[in-house]
C-alpha cells in the first residue's frame, strides 16, 4: 500500500548499532559545525511522531539527531526486555555510529529518564541535558502507582497474545488527535510500527524509575521545559525537577503533555530557546570560562 501522506521530513536511515541491534535515526545536518542534540521520543511515540513539528526550527541551530528507541517505531526490538538504561547505551552507540564526541541529549516524557540515565552512565559523552514534559518518578499518585503495578502482567499478557489483537488495542489506546485525516492515517501508521509489548514493558520500566537519589548530582548545563497545563505529569512535578538540578533553567510552555505536536507553535520556539540556553552555556564551560 501507498505510503500515507504526512509530514515533510529530514532523510532518514537504518542504522546497525554493533552488539545491539538495528534502529532507525533521522538527521538534519544543521550548520556546519553546529553542537550535536539527540531527540529522545516519549512513550508510544516514534521519533517522527513526537518530534517532527521541532526538526526545522532546531536545524537551523544544531545537527539534530533523532532515533527510534527500543520496542517502538523502527527501533530495536526487545519485546517485554525493555530497560531504560539500554536505551541510554544506545545514545552513546548511536554517537559512536556517528563519529560524534558529545551530544545533548534533549527527552520528552519517557525521554527523559532516557536521559538522565544517559548522563548517569555516560558523563563523558553529555555536554549537557534538555528535559521536557518530564519528571524524576512517574509514580506520584495513588492512580499512577496502581496503574505502574499493573503493567508488568499487562506486558506478559501481550506477549502471548495473537499481533492482530495486540495492535488492535494499541491503536485504539491512542486518542485520536488529529483532525486532518490524512496526518491521522500518517499517525497510525507510524503507531503500527510500535511493538505492544514492548510498550507495555516500557511503561512497567518507567513506573520503576526514579532519579532522586542522584539526579542533584548532575554536572552539566540543563535546561528543564515544562508543559504547564499538563495532565498527565503535573507541572509541579515537571518544576520539582529542575529545582532538584543545579542551575536548571525553567523554560514554561502554555500547553498539556501532548504540546509537542498539538501546540507545536508554541512549543517549539520554546524548545529552542532552551537547547540554545543549554549549548550556550556548555561552550562557555567549554572554552574554560566561568559559566553565567
Request: contains cysteine; aromatic residues 6%.
Given at each position: 500500500?501507498?505510503?500515507?501522506?504526512?509530514?515533510?521530513?529530514?532523510?532518514?536511515?537504518?542504522?546497525?548499532?554493533?552488539?545491539?541491534?538495528?534502529?532507525?535515526?533521522?538527521?538534519?545536518?544543521?550548520?556546519?559545525?553546529?553542537?550535536?542534540?539527540?531527540?529522545?521520543?516519549?512513550?508510544?511515540?516514534?521519533?517522527?511522531?513526537?518530534?517532527?513539528?521541532?526538526?526545522?526550527?532546531?536545524?537551523?541551530?544544531?545537527?539534530?539527531?533523532?532515533i527510534?528507541?527500543?520496542?517502538?517505531?523502527?527501533?530495536?526490538?526487545?519485546?517485554?526486555?525493555?530497560?531504560?538504561?539500554?536505551c541510554?547505551?544506545?545514545?552513546?552507540?548511536?554517537?559512536?555510529?556517528?563519529?560524534?564526541?558529545?551530544?545533548?541529549?534533549?527527552?520528552?516524557?519517557?525521554?527523559?529518564?532516557?536521559?538522565?540515565?544517559?548522563?548517569?552512565r555516560?558523563?563523558?559523552r553529555?555536554?549537557?541535558?534538555?528535559?521536557?514534559?518530564?519528571?524524576?518518578?512517574?509514580?506520584?499518585?495513588?492512580r499512577?502507582?496502581?496503574?505502574?503495578a499493573?503493567?508488568?502482567?499487562f506486558?506478559?499478557?501481550?506477549?502471548?497474545?495473537?499481533?492482530?489483537?495486540?495492535?488492535?488495542?494499541?491503536?485504539?489506546?491512542?486518542p485520536?488527535?488529529?483532525?486532518?485525516?490524512?496526518?491521522?492515517?500518517?499517525?497510525?501508521s507510524?503507531?503500527?510500527?510500535?511493538?505492544?509489548?514492548?510498550?507495555?514493558?516500557?511503561?512497567?520500566?518507567?513506573?520503576?524509575?526514579?532519579?532522586?537519589?542522584?539526579?542533584?548530582?548532575?554536572?552539566?548545563?540543563?535546561?528543564?521545559?515544562?508543559?504547564?497545563?499538563?495532565?498527565?505529569?503535573?507541572?509541579?512535578?515537571?518544576?520539582?525537577?529542575?529545582?532538584?538540578?543545579?542551575?536548571?533553567?525553567?523554560?514554561?510552555?502554555d500547553?498539556?503533555?501532548?504540546?509537542?505536536?498539538?501546540a507545536?507553535?508554541?512549543?517549539?520556539?520554546?524548545?529552542?530557546?532552551?537547547?540554545l540556553a543549554?549549548?550556550?552555556?556548555?561552550?562557555?564551560?567549554?572554552?574554560?570560562?566561568?559559566?553565567?
Open positions: 500500500m501507498p505510503r500515507p501522506e504526512g509530514p515533510d521530513l529530514p532523510p532518514g536511515r537504518a542504522l546497525e548499532l554493533p552488539g545491539r541491534g538495528r534502529t532507525f535515526v533521522r538527521e538534519v545536518a544543521g550548520p556546519p559545525g553546529a553542537p550535536t542534540v539527540v531527540l529522545l521520543h516519549g512513550l508510544g511515540a516514534s521519533a517522527d511522531l513526537n518530534w517532527f513539528p521541532s526538526y526545522t526550527g532546531l536545524g537551523r541551530h544544531f545537527r539534530v539527531v533523532a527510534d528507541q527500543r520496542g517502538h517505531g523502527r527501533g530495536i526490538r526487545v519485546g517485554a526486555r525493555f530497560r531504560l538504561e539500554d541510554a547505551d544506545d545514545v552513546a552507540a548511536l554517537a559512536d555510529a556517528l563519529g560524534v564526541e558529545r551530544v545533548i541529549p534533549v527527552g520528552y516524557s519517557m525521554g527523559g529518564p532516557v536521559a538522565q540515565l544517559v548522563w548517569r555516560h558523563r563523558e553529555v555536554a549537557g541535558m534538555v528535559l521536557c514534559a518530564t519528571s524524576r518518578n512517574f509514580r506520584g499518585g495513588p499512577e502507582r496502581m496503574m505502574f499493573a503493567l508488568p502482567g506486558a506478559a499478557a501481550l506477549r502471548m497474545t495473537p499481533t492482530p489483537v495486540r495492535r488492535g488495542v494499541m491503536l485504539r489506546a491512542f485520536n488527535r488529529y483532525e486532518d485525516p490524512p496526518m491521522r492515517q500518517w499517525a497510525y507510524e503507531l503500527r510500527r510500535n511493538d505492544p509489548a514492548g510498550l507495555a514493558g516500557a511503561a512497567a520500566q518507567l513506573g520503576r524509575f526514579s532519579s532522586h537519589e542522584w539526579i542533584g548530582e548532575v554536572d552539566v548545563p540543563t535546561a528543564v521545559v515544562v508543559t504547564g497545563r499538563d495532565s498527565l505529569v503535573p507541572p509541579h512535578r515537571q518544576l520539582r525537577l529542575a529545582e532538584s538540578i543545579p542551575d536548571a533553567s525553567v523554560h514554561v510552555v500547553g498539556d503533555h501532548a504540546a509537542c505536536v498539538m507545536w507553535r508554541r512549543f517549539v520556539p520554546v524548545l529552542v530557546e532552551a537547547c543549554v549549548s550556550q552555556r556548555a561552550d562557555v564551560i567549554q572554552k574554560g570560562a566561568p559559566a553565567v
